[in-house]
């Protein structure tokens, strides 16, 4: 099913704009089939009965909310598919201002709101989706009774080790391992030079100290010698 993004964003003003639905368009959206029990690889059959006989497109909004086109019919029962795979596992045809489309055979892939569109006086008319899901399936809880070994209780009911936490709890310790590593050796370089930086400082101060100052302020003179 394609998913063009200009005929997407004028289907999505579509859905979003309350004022872009027609009033004098009537559309329907059906299912032959009950559609409440579906199951993988059934027929699937969907029927868009109209007042007008211009050409219908069929829309499919997953469950994840994405638009696909799949086909558009003309009145002369002319089907434009959006890609190969929608033109082998579709059917669309038209007969007596009703659009049909079906689907060979259902998969997880086809579940979510089916949606019959029409242009009509330069505006779309959309009909009301119709829902197609599989059926939820549940699995029962099953508990097992503690089993007695050599004297020790065993609960089977005990969580195991989830491999995939363990594996998380891995590379976290590895992350860490990566950042607090460097983190600690810049840390002691950067202690060794404040101290490298603190007797060198020291020595300096005390070469200028050995030097010793006149009396009074006043350099001192050497004696002469008579001539």
């Not at 559609?35 to 969907?46: D, K």
């Not at 070994?149 to 976290?172: A, C, F, H, S, Y």
């Not at 600690?184 to 007797?199: D, E």
């Not at 009396?215 to 004696?223: C, D, I, V």
Request: glycine content about 6%; hydrophobic content about 35%.
């Amino acid at each position: 099913m394609d998913t063009s993004p200009a005929l997407l964003l004028l289907l999505t003003l579509g859905f979003c704009c309350p004022g872009i639905y027609g009033q004098s368009l009537q559309i329907r959206v059906r299912s032959p089939t009950d559609v409440t029990h579906l199951q993988v690889g059934q027929r699937l059959e969907l029927e868009c009965q109209t007042d007008n006989n211009r050409g219908a497109f069929w829309i499919h909004k997953d469950k994840r909310g994405t638009l696909h086109f799949i086909v558009f019919i003309s009145s002369t029962s002319r089907t434009t598919f959006g890609n190969q795979r929608a033109a082998t596992h579709f059917e669309a045809s038209n007969y007596n201002k009703n659009y049909y489309l079906v689907v060979k055979s259902f998969t997880p892939q086809d579940e979510g709101n089916y949606f019959c569109v029409m242009n009509f006086n330069q505006m779309l008319y959309f009909s009301p989706g119709q829902p197609a899901f599989l059926p939820a399936t549940t699995v029962a809880p099953t508990t097992c009774e503690p089993t007695t070994k050599g004297g020790i209780t065993e609960d089977p009911n005990l969580k195991t080790p989830d491999p995939e936490r363990r594996m998380q709890e891995v590379l976290n310790f590895s992350c860490h391992i990566f950042i607090w590593v460097p983190l600690a050796g810049a840390c002691v370089l950067l202690l060794i030079a404040l101290v490298i930086t603190l007797v060198l400082c020291r020595k300096t101060r005390r070469r200028r100290c050995r030097c010793k100052r006149p009396a009074q302020g006043k350099p001192p003179t050497k004696p002469r010698t008579p001539n």
